[in-house]
Nanobody
């Protein structure tokens, strides 16, 4: 069992930066791939970024490549999403997720409750 709690969302102007953090509890955290998804109003939830258990192969949605960076610290049970050069279209609720097949199949086993990110133009 893994519990996920996100923090770090907020309001930022276009071009600005935010860093999201996901604190995980559970002894098996390090065995899961971790990722971030987002859901904008009226849209389906979409994959943003993911990282394998060994941090060796981060994966990104095309829309955020070059702007967002995902990282994890297994010793601290945390996953970070550094978001730079934010755009209004990045506005969404961002969810932290864990899953054994998150990288390969975008399948998740656990979700956080989400944190709101709003980018003003």
């Amino acid at each position: 069992q893994v519990q996920l709690v996100e923090s770090g969302g907020g309001l930022v102007q276009a071009g600005g930066s935010l860093r999201l953090s996901c604190a995980a509890s559970g002894r098996t955290f390090s065995t899961y791939s971790m990722g971030w998804f987002r859901q904008a109003p009226g849209k389906e939830r979409e994959f943003v970024a993911g990282i394998g258990w060994s941090s060796g192969r981060p994966d990104y949605a095309d829309s955020v490549k070059g702007r967002f960076t995902i990282s994890r610290d297994n010793a601290k049970n945390t996953v970070l999403l550094q978001m730079n050069s934010l755009k209004p279209e990045d506005t969404a609720i961002y969810y932290c997720a864990a899953g054994s097949l998150l990288i390969s199949r975008r399948e998740t086993d656990y979700w956080g409750q989400g944190t709101q990110v709003t980018v003003s133009s």
